[in-house]
Structure formats: C-alpha cells, structure tokens
C-alpha cells in the first residue's frame, strides 16, 4: 500500500517535469523548434556591427540577419537572446542592422520588445 502511494508521487513528479520541459520548448516557439539562444551563434559576423552603430556591416552578418528576418519574431527573439546581450550586443544598435544591411524586404515598424526595427 506504501509502496504504490510513493509510487503515485514519484509519477507526479516525473509528470511536472514533463510539463515544465514542455513549457521550455514552447518558450522557444520564436524560431520554430530552434532556441533563439542557440541561433544567436549564426549572427556571430555580426558582432562589431551590433555594438558600434558605425562600424560596418559584413556580407555575411547581413546574409544571416536577412535569413532569419524571414522570421521576424524569431530574428527578435535573437536580438534580446541571453547569447546576444552577454555577447555584448546593444539590441537598439542590432535592430538598426537590416537597415544598414538595405534588406528591401525587411519588417519595417516590427516590434521587437521595447524596439522598433527601422
Ligand atoms: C558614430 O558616428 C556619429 C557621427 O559621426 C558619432 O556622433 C557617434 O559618437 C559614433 N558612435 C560610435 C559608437 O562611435
């Protein structure tokens, strides 16, 4: 009788595990299943640029910024991604990126928590 009883609790456990790491996944949801945290690292060229307003954009910062903006919640998400702010990334200066990359098809007026792209 004890033994089922603990055997009940060791199953509500495992279960709020299962729903907790459920949650997890959709937080993620920005980037379909990717984490934002780990598709940060394709941005990775985009490093000075999204520090120093003036520093100039690379050929390939701007050919993954205009890959993932084909998901602008996603390229987002990035942008305010723990990777992004403790690798020194400025999102105000990051949001400015698409533009000075001249992506013609760029979310103008996407708002990107307290940004807005230009
Ligand atoms: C970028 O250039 C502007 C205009 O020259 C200047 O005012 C600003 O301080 C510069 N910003 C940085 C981060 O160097």
């Known amino acids: 009788m004890e033994g089922s009883m603990k055997n009940m609790c060791l199953l509500g456990l495992l279960l709020a595990l299962v729903i907790a790491g459920l949650g997890e996944v959709n937080g993620a949801h920005e980037c ?40 602008p919640k996603c390229l987002c998400a990035v942008m305010l991604s723990n990777t992004a702010k403790a690798s020194g990334v400025k999102p105000e200066i990051a949001m400015t990126i698409p533009k000075r990359c001249n992506i013609a098809d760029r979310p103008v007026g996407y708002q990107c928590g307290a940004y807005t792209l230009p």
């Open 32 to 71: 379909g299943r990717a984490d934002p945290n780990m598709e940060a690292f394709k941005l990775a060229p985009c490093a000075s640029a999204a520090q120093d307003e003036n520093a100039s954009v690379s050929g390939s910062c701007c050919a993954a910024v205009r890959k993932l903006g084909q998901n």
